[in-house]
């Protein structure tokens, strides 16, 4: 196979089956060998060769093939750069002067690019040779994926070696080292007669670099904590709420209501319950803090003038499920909003997963490839923001603001008919896939779509973009666009989301194996571009960066109303209680928006410095454990653990497999094998790279045991991570990167790809247990996110100024109670496995305020209970007419009216130092309670039937509807019918029934009955202003309500009504004989 087939068409086949078919795309071109004439990258002419017939070499860097007009227009227009490693170009023979050649020399029109002093370095005759997977001509490419180590190059192609054989024999020989002699010897004259006249200019150059330098040394972020006169007052409210509590509790529970003692005890437990609730709820909130980032210094430090990029490469991984749910032209505006960030086009892939094998999900894609090459330069040229068509087109502001380009009026006028052509084309693709056909799919070329089978069908790969060819329409680089659906075969359990996701960090860690994985849902696009240079801020810093697992960015959504009735943007979370998880260990991963480290995916632990030698004393002999400072066995121990001219003490470090290692002098293995675990700077250990993994047994002979049980055995790396040779080497990569030698066969790399999505791969390994996502919960995150905490990593939030990414929100109630009733259940299962955060991982690295966050993350269903209970209680009392609280006296009142105002301080404290506002807190609130007692309290039954009687729940996707530019909230007021909604409709039945009745009692017994009802009415009034967003949810646009809604809520209101009078258990019943009245007047 060649490698145009493989990059050409779509790739499909199943490793158990031994199949591997390649459907060509109509679209695809011929082949084209390393002979062939290389043509200009910019303007596609070809590439003439110089006067002394070799062949034009503009960049003796990287050798990326640009021809001589284009070269000399960059050079006195454009940036005077290297399209792809950045470099300067440097003056050629023949060629006008311009400003800056003066630092390449006077000479230059006597000698020739050969006199660069860096020349493009060239392979060793042992080394393997690197090929690009994409690539379509097979040339050799000259740039490295990122420094340091090989790895897949972009699709540019580079200079054959044989077209600088020339330059490489005349380099070892003793002219050219004359040469070079008499040049510097001229360049250094030249500059001892200029010296004296631009000293001035010379100092403030080197002032200005030096400044740079300086800046560019400076953190890439800092944590901005809170003021004191903010958080200081909250956190004394605190503590004097947490005492008043407790002197209320104490109140409640001895003086019970001697009338009313079921209702007393209810009322007690959930109070207690609901204690317990806050404090957990309330602790992780103690320190929070914010960072900023600075997006200059780390342009400073890794992207300098002059010098080749040295920024991270980053996969984003897009999951989609089913596109009638989930809308194409949807996801398709994800897409380009990835594709057209601000970030190296050659450190950008985007993996898009396909859950659902569906065509026209593989077609949208083909349509928004091909409108890329248009929207991506667009956005660029022009800086526009944001860059997803649908919602940039939409948005009504002045989008001439800070637009000085005379043409960007044309443009975007001609940009916005092209998208909506797109739209169009979409829109076509749509209605076609309403009506599947008999025979099934089939793709333009005539073959069967392999995925009409939805669930029985071969693993499928595609390559959009990345490959020879797939420029914009300005000649430059676009980032790699990766359709992939794992395999799917009757009988196999493939994890849903979770499973999906693991596919796709295999998938990119055989083609592309960048450090850093960002994941979206398809629902939401990149609102800021420059959102992944604000994750690396934190990745990339020297010190933090090695010890974070992900970096979590807040959740944002369009299209919700204005009053955000049902608390879709969910601010109190993301802007409260995050904040304060961030000044412990972290945020919790919330399932989008999250920049991963891979190597904290694979279940690795966080780097940790060696511990310092305890201090000892002398004072008595090692032998002797009773020494003044109790360090004599200790330090007896540490000696124990060197061998031969060793310095220094090793901490013994819990290993990949589960048992702990320690390094030794021999940390390399023999001949061209690469090293398993050796020590970087400052006592951290890394893991090297070109790890190859079949010389792994070999190098472990001639090793003494101690050291052969360091190094983990190839049997061990299968059991953990599946039996792929090139995805396990690609594990130990830690700065990411293909393995050396990976890309030289890219048929082979396809071939691998497709094994490691087969539907048996994960069978007996650790994939979903310890690996990548864990199975086990419908809320996959939590879990992921826990899991990672526990071995010790950190996470940070990043909140900047602009919203780095934006999605959909279900606004309408019966979808918005579906998604609350997933969470919610997903938190039951995890409560009720293995890993609940209140016995698991004792031993591990996790904070305690840590943990009580994630415990409050998994209880929070099992409170709706008893806040049923309570929101019943109240309609109960005026029913009957007793009441939970007897006869308060001054000590009471005072402690009632004390956590009262307590609760009023936090909440309006809380409010002052996060900036939330007023209106969102209280959404905040009300949604807990409609939550509560509807998707909370079904969740807490739906899990137990789970885990204690096997009975499964059907996982439902939410449904992400498109923009409807005639009604935006048409899907507020729309009613679904759900189960769900029983509960809280007749909670507020009850209570507005009780509320006339405490009434109508209170006039039929005169002025003594009025105040005891005050207290029953403050708490029916409180518990129906809470429930009023479903109120209005119910009644809809035309106020009416489905009849059945009513019906069975007035059913089961009677039922509980008439049974309750007819039990009365307050009522004493009368002992002895029953005394009638005689009728005789005495």
């Given at each position: 196979m060649d490698t145009g087939s493989v990059t050409g068409g779509l790739v499909a086949g199943s490793h158990q089956r031994d199949e591997l078919h390649v459907m060509r795309s109509h679209e695809e071109g011929k082949v084209r060998s390393a002979a062939d004439v290389k043509t200009c990258r910019v303007c596609g002419d070809e590439v003439a060769a110089r006067e002394d017939g070799q062949p034009f070499v503009a960049c003796g860097e990287c050798g990326f093939p640009v021809c001589r007009p284009c070269y000399e227009y960059e050079r006195s227009e454009g940036t005077q750069c290297c399209p792809q490693c950045n470099t300067r170009y440097k003056r050629q023979k023949g060629c006008p002067r311009v400003e800056g050649d003066e630092d390449d020399g006077a000479d230059m029109d006597d000698f020739e690019e050969e006199f660069q002093i860096k020349s493009p370095k060239q392979p060793k005759p042992h080394e393997p040779v690197n090929f690009d997977v994409y690539s379509e001509n097979g040339e050799q490419p000259a740039q490295k994926w990122r420094p340091g180590g090989p790895a897949l190059s972009s699709f540019t192609g580079s200079v054959a070696g044989k077209d600088l054989e020339a330059e490489r024999e005349m380099e070892g020989s003793m002219e050219w080292k004359d040469r070079i002699d008499k040049w510097k010897t001229k360049q250094e004259k030249r500059g001892k007669l200029h010296r004296d006249d631009s000293d001035d200019e010379d100092d403030d150059k080197n002032d200005d670099e030096y400044m740079l330098l300086a800046e560019a040394r400076q953190p890439l972020w800092r944590k901005v904590p809170i003021p004191s006169s903010k958080i200081n007052p909250y956190r004394i409210v605190i503590v004097l709420r947490l005492v008043v509590l407790c002197f209320f509790l104490k109140f409640r529970i001895t003086t019970p209501a001697m009338d009313a003692v079921p209702l007393w005890l209810a009322s007690v437990i959930c109070e207690l319950w609901f204690a317990l609730s806050w404090i957990l709820d309330q602790l992780p909130k103690w320190s929070p803090v914010t960072r900023e980032t600075y997006l200059d210094r780390l342009a400073l430090r890794y992207e300098r003038d002059g010098e080749p990029c040295r920024l991270s490469p980053i996969d984003f991984f897009v999951s989609t499920v089913d596109p009638l749910k989930e809308p194409p032209i949807i996801t398709a505006n994800t897409v380009l909003s990835i594709l057209a960030v601000d970030y190296p086009v050659d450190r950008v892939s985007c993996y898009v997963s396909d859950d659902g094998a569906s065509m026209l999900l593989f077609d949208t894609l083909s349509e928004t490839a091909e409108f890329a090459r248009r929207w991506v330069p667009f956005c660029k040229k022009f800086a526009i923001e944001p860059r997803t068509p649908e919602f940039y087109f939409s948005q009504k502001i002045d989008y001439l603001k800070d637009k000085v380009q005379p043409t960007f009026v044309k443009e975007r006028r001609a940009m916005k008919r092209e998208y909506e052509e797109f739209k169009i084309k979409i829109n076509a693709l749509v209605a076609k896939a309403q009506k599947k056909p008999e025979e099934g799919w089939v793709m333009q070329d005539g073959t069967p779509w392999p995925g009409n089978n939805t669930r029985d069908h071969p693993g499928m790969i595609q390559v959009y973009l990345g490959s020879q060819g797939a420029l914009d329409v300005e000649g430059n680089e676009l980032p790699r666009l990766v359709?992939?659906?794992?395999?799917?075969?009757?009988?196999?359990?493939?994890?849903?989301?979770?499973?999906?996701?693991?596919?796709?960090?295999?998938?990119?860690?055989?083609?592309?194996?960048?450090?850093?994985?960002?994941?979206?849902?398809?629902?939401?696009?990149?609102?800021?571009?420059?959102?992944?240079?604000?994750?690396?801020?934190?990745?990339?810093?020297?010190?933090?960066?090695?010890?974070?697992?992900?970096?979590?960015?807040?959740?944002?959504?369009?299209?919700?109303?204005?009053?955000?009735?049902?608390?879709?943007?969910?601010?109190?979370?993301?802007?409260?209680?995050?904040?304060?998880?961030?000044?412990?260990?972290?945020?919790?991963?919330?399932?989008?928006?999250?920049?991963?480290?891979?190597?904290?995916?694979?279940?690795?632990?966080?780097?940790?410095?060696?511990?310092?030698?305890?201090?000892?004393?002398?004072?008595?002999?090692?032998?002797?454990?009773?020494?003044?400072?109790?360090?004599?066995?200790?330090?007896?121990?540490?000696?124990?653990?060197?061998?031969?001219?060793?310095?220094?003490?090793?901490?013994?470090?819990?290993?990949?497999?589960?048992?702990?290692?320690?390094?030794?002098?021999?940390?390399?293995?023999?001949?061209?094998?690469?090293?398993?675990?050796?020590?970087?700077?400052?006592?951290?250990?890394?893991?090297?790279?070109?790890?190859?993994?079949?010389?792994?047994?070999?190098?472990?002979?001639?090793?003494?045991?101690?050291?052969?049980?360091?190094?983990?055995?190839?049997?061990?790396?299968?059991?953990?991570?599946?039996?792929?040779?090139?995805?396990?080497?690609?594990?130990?990569?830690?700065?990411?990167?293909?393995?050396?030698?990976?890309?030289?066969?890219?048929?082979?790399?396809?071939?691998?790809?497709?094994?490691?999505?087969?539907?048996?791969?994960?069978?007996?390994?650790?994939?979903?247990?310890?690996?990548?996502?864990?199975?086990?919960?419908?809320?996959?995150?939590?879990?992921?996110?826990?899991?990672?905490?526990?071995?010790?990593?950190?996470?940070?939030?990043?909140?900047?100024?602009?919203?780095?990414?934006?999605?959909?929100?279900?606004?309408?109630?019966?979808?918005?109670?579906?998604?609350?009733?997933?969470?919610?259940?997903?938190?039951?299962?995890?409560?009720?496995?293995?890993?609940?955060?209140?016995?698991?991982?004792?031993?591990?690295?996790?904070?305690?305020?840590?943990?009580?966050?994630?415990?409050?993350?998994?209880?929070?269903?099992?409170?709706?209970?008893?806040?049923?209970?309570?929101?019943?209680?109240?309609?109960?009392?005026?029913?009957?007419?007793?009441?939970?609280?007897?006869?308060?006296?001054?000590?009471?009142?005072?402690?009632?009216?004390?956590?009262?105002?307590?609760?009023?301080?936090?909440?309006?404290?809380?409010?002052?130092?996060?900036?939330?506002?007023?209106?969102?807190?209280?959404?905040?609130?009300?949604?807990?309670?409609?939550?509560?007692?509807?998707?909370?309290?079904?969740?807490?039954?739906?899990?137990?039937?789970?885990?204690?009687?096997?009975?499964?729940?059907?996982?439902?996707?939410?449904?992400?509807?498109?923009?409807?530019?005639?009604?935006?909230?048409?899907?507020?007021?729309?009613?679904?019918?759900?189960?769900?909604?029983?509960?809280?409709?007749?909670?507020?039945?009850?209570?507005?029934?009780?509320?006339?009745?405490?009434?109508?009692?209170?006039?039929?017994?005169?002025?003594?009955?009025?105040?005891?009802?005050?207290?029953?009415?403050?708490?029916?009034?409180?518990?129906?202003?809470?429930?009023?967003?479903?109120?209005?949810?119910?009644?809809?646009?035309?106020?009416?309500?489905?009849?059945?809604?009513?019906?069975?809520?007035?059913?089961?209101?009677?039922?509980?009504?008439?049974?309750?009078?007819?039990?009365?258990?307050?009522?004493?019943?009368?002992?002895?004989?029953?005394?009638?009245?005689?009728?005789?007047?005495?």
């Amino acid at each position: 196979m060649d490698t145009g087939s493989v990059t050409g068409g779509l790739v499909a086949g199943s490793h158990q089956r031994d199949e591997l078919h390649v459907m060509r795309s109509h679209e695809e071109g011929k082949v084209r060998s390393a002979a062939d004439v290389k043509t200009c990258r910019v303007c596609g002419d070809e590439v003439a060769a110089r006067e002394d017939g070799q062949p034009f070499v503009a960049c003796g860097e990287c050798g990326f093939p640009v021809c001589r007009p284009c070269y000399e227009y960059e050079r006195s227009e454009g940036t005077q750069c290297c399209p792809q490693c950045n470099t300067r170009y440097k003056r050629q023979k023949g060629c006008p002067r311009v400003e800056g050649d003066e630092d390449d020399g006077a000479d230059m029109d006597d000698f020739e690019e050969e006199f660069q002093i860096k020349s493009p370095k060239q392979p060793k005759p042992h080394e393997p040779v690197n090929f690009d997977v994409y690539s379509e001509n097979g040339e050799q490419p000259a740039q490295k994926w990122r420094p340091g180590g090989p790895a897949l190059s972009s699709f540019t192609g580079s200079v054959a070696g044989k077209d600088l054989e020339a330059e490489r024999e005349m380099e070892g020989s003793m002219e050219w080292k004359d040469r070079i002699d008499k040049w510097k010897t001229k360049q250094e004259k030249r500059g001892k007669l200029h010296r004296d006249d631009s000293d001035d200019e010379d100092d403030d150059k080197n002032d200005d670099e030096y400044m740079l330098l300086a800046e560019a040394r400076q953190p890439l972020w800092r944590k901005v904590p809170i003021p004191s006169s903010k958080i200081n007052p909250y956190r004394i409210v605190i503590v004097l709420r947490l005492v008043v509590l407790c002197f209320f509790l104490k109140f409640r529970i001895t003086t019970p209501a001697m009338d009313a003692v079921p209702l007393w005890l209810a009322s007690v437990i959930c109070e207690l319950w609901f204690a317990l609730s806050w404090i957990l709820d309330q602790l992780p909130k103690w320190s929070p803090v914010t960072r900023e980032t600075y997006l200059d210094r780390l342009a400073l430090r890794y992207e300098r003038d002059g010098e080749p990029c040295r920024l991270s490469p980053i996969d984003f991984f897009v999951s989609t499920v089913d596109p009638l749910k989930e809308p194409p032209i949807i996801t398709a505006n994800t897409v380009l909003s990835i594709l057209a960030v601000d970030y190296p086009v050659d450190r950008v892939s985007c993996y898009v997963s396909d859950d659902g094998a569906s065509m026209l999900l593989f077609d949208t894609l083909s349509e928004t490839a091909e409108f890329a090459r248009r929207w991506v330069p667009f956005c660029k040229k022009f800086a526009i923001e944001p860059r997803t068509p649908e919602f940039y087109f939409s948005q009504k502001i002045d989008y001439l603001k800070d637009k000085v380009q005379p043409t960007f009026v044309k443009e975007r006028r001609a940009m916005k008919r092209e998208y909506e052509e797109f739209k169009i084309k979409i829109n076509a693709l749509v209605a076609k896939a309403q009506k599947k056909p008999e025979e099934g799919w089939v793709m333009q070329d005539g073959t069967p779509w392999p995925g009409n089978n939805t669930r029985d069908h071969p693993g499928m790969i595609q390559v959009y973009l990345g490959s020879q060819g797939a420029l914009d329409v300005e000649g430059n680089e676009l980032p790699r666009l990766v359709y992939v659906s794992r395999e799917k075969r009757p009988g196999y359990n493939h994890h849903k989301k979770a499973g999906a996701m693991n596919a796709l960090v295999r998938v990119s860690a055989v083609l592309t194996n960048a450090p850093f994985i960002l994941n979206l849902d398809c629902d939401h696009y990149v609102n800021n571009s420059k959102a992944v240079r604000e994750a690396m801020c934190f990745l990339m810093d020297k010190q933090l960066g090695k010890k974070l697992c992900y970096v979590q960015f807040p959740q944002r959504f369009d299209g919700i109303d204005r009053h955000d009735r049902y608390a879709n943007r969910n601010v109190v979370f993301f802007d409260i209680n995050m904040k304060g998880l961030d000044g412990i260990q972290g945020p919790v991963y919330v399932g989008t928006g999250c920049v991963f480290n891979r190597q904290a995916l694979y279940g690795y632990d966080p780097p940790r410095p060696d511990k310092r030698p305890k201090m000892t004393c002398d004072c008595w002999p090692s032998w002797c454990c009773c020494c003044c400072c109790f360090g004599g066995g200790k330090r007896d121990k540490s000696h124990k653990g060197k061998k031969g001219g060793e310095s220094g003490v090793d901490e013994p470090r819990r290993g990949l497999l589960g048992f702990y290692k320690k390094r030794s002098k021999k940390e390399k293995l023999g001949g061209g094998g690469a090293a398993a675990l050796a020590g970087g700077k400052k006592g951290y250990r890394k893991h090297q790279r070109g790890f190859e993994l079949e010389e792994i047994e070999e190098g472990l002979e001639g090793y003494d045991e101690l050291e052969r049980s360091s190094l983990m055995s190839q049997k061990s790396f299968e059991k953990r991570f599946g039996q792929s040779p090139v995805f396990i080497a690609s594990t130990l990569v830690e700065d990411g990167g293909l393995p050396q030698g990976a890309a030289a066969d890219p048929a082979a790399l396809i071939k691998e790809a497709i094994h490691v999505i087969s539907c048996g791969y994960e069978e007996k390994t650790e994939w979903g247990k310890e690996i990548g996502w864990i199975y086990g919960s419908v809320t996959e995150d939590i879990l992921t996110g826990f899991k990672m905490h526990c071995r010790g990593w950190k996470s940070v939030y990043c909140t900047p100024t602009r919203a780095a990414f934006k999605g959909s929100a279900p606004i309408n109630l019966s979808d918005r109670l579906h998604q609350v009733l997933r969470w919610a259940l997903g938190s039951v299962e995890i409560f009720m496995s293995r890993h609940c955060p209140l016995w698991y991982a004792y031993g591990g690295r996790l904070k305690w305020l840590e943990r009580f966050a994630y415990t409050n993350t998994i209880v929070y269903p099992f409170t709706s209970i008893p806040l049923l209970a309570y929101c019943t209680i109240p309609a109960v009392c005026l029913l009957t007419g007793k009441f939970i609280i007897p006869t308060l006296n001054n000590l009471a009142s005072i402690w009632f009216i004390a956590l009262f105002l307590s609760i009023i301080a936090t909440g309006v404290l809380e409010l002052r130092w996060s900036g939330v506002s007023i209106e969102d807190w209280w959404r905040n609130e009300q949604f807990w309670v409609i939550g509560g007692v509807s998707a909370h309290l079904f969740a807490v039954f739906q899990g137990l039937l789970k885990v204690l009687g096997g009975v499964d729940t059907n996982f439902t996707v939410t449904s992400k509807a498109a923009a409807d530019e005639t009604d935006a909230f048409g899907e507020l007021y729309l009613f679904k019918w759900t189960t769900l909604l029983v509960p809280p409709t007749t909670l507020i039945i009850i209570n507005m029934v009780g509320i006339v009745a405490g009434v109508s009692d209170a006039v039929n017994n005169g002025y003594g009955s009025w105040g005891p009802l005050f207290g029953k009415l403050f708490f029916s009034f409180w518990v129906i202003v809470h429930l009023y967003p479903f109120l209005k949810g119910l009644m809809g646009r035309q106020n009416r309500t489905p009849t059945i809604v009513v019906l069975w809520s007035i059913l089961l209101a009677s039922i509980f009504s008439l049974v309750w009078v007819r039990i009365d258990p307050f009522i004493p019943k009368a002992k002895g004989p029953i005394l009638k009245p005689c009728g005789v007047e005495c």
